[in-house]
C-alpha cells in the first residue's frame, strides 16, 4: 500500500487549513475593523453591496474550514471516509458574487473576495475529486453473493 498519499493528503489538508484561518483573520481584519472610512466614503447602495460581500466571503471560508476539518477528522480516524462524502458533510456550492459589484469595491475588499472564491475553488476540486473516486458498490459482486446465499 502506498502510505505517502495519505500523507500528502494530510498535509494539503493542514497547509489549507492555514491558508483559510489566516484569509479568515485577515477578512475579519478587514471588514470588521479596518475599512471603517472606506466603508463611509461609499454611496448606500455600494454599502449594501460592500456587506453582502463581506458576508459572502465569512460563508465561503466558514465552509471550508468546515469542509477542511471534516478532511481532518477522517484523516485522524474520527470519522469513517464514506460518512465524509455524505452531502451534509460535502464542500457544496459557494455564493456567487456579482462582478460588476465587486469590480467598483475598495481594493483590499476585492483581493479579500477573490482570495475567498480562489481557495474555495481550489478545496471544491478536492472534494469532488474524492467524491468521484468513491468506490462504488459492485453489482456483479452484489448478484454473486445473493446466488451465494441462495443456493
Known amino acids: 500500500m502506498d502510505r505517502t498519499a495519505p500523507e500528502l493528503h494530510r498535509r494539503l489538508i493542514d497547509q489549507l487549513y492555514v491558508e483559510a484561518m ?3 483573520d485577515d477578512a475579519r481584519g478587514y471588514f470588521d475593523l479596518e475599512c471603517s472610512d472606506e466603508r463611509a466614503s461609499l454611496d448606500p ?8 460581500e463581506s ?5 465561503r471560508l466558514m465552509h471550508v474550514v468546515a469542509w477542511l476539518l471534516t478532511q481532518r477528522a477522517v484523516d ?4 469513517r471516509p464514506r460518512d465524509a462524502l455524505d452531502p451534509s458533510r460535502r464542500l457544496g456550492d459557494q455564493p456567487v458574487s456579482d462582478g460588476d459589484g465587486v469590480a ?8 479579500l473576495v477573490d482570495a475567498s472564491i480562489d481557495l474555495h475553488r481550489r478545496v471544491a476540486l478536492i472534494d469532488n ?3 468521484e473516486a468513491r468506490p462504488r458498490a ?3 459482486a452484489g448478484l454473486q453473493a445473493r446466488l451465494a446465499y441462495a443456493f
Open 45 to 52: 447602495l455600494q454599502r449594501v453591496l460592500f456587506a453582502c
Open 22 to 24: 489566516l484569509l479568515a
Open 129 to 131: 475529486a474524492n467524491a
Open 104 to 111: 467598483k469595491l475598495p481594493k483590499p475588499a476585492r483581493a
Open 138 to 140: 459492485n453489482p456483479v
Open 76 to 79: 485522524a480516524g474520527e470519522l
Open 55 to 59: 458576508l459572502k466571503v465569512t460563508t
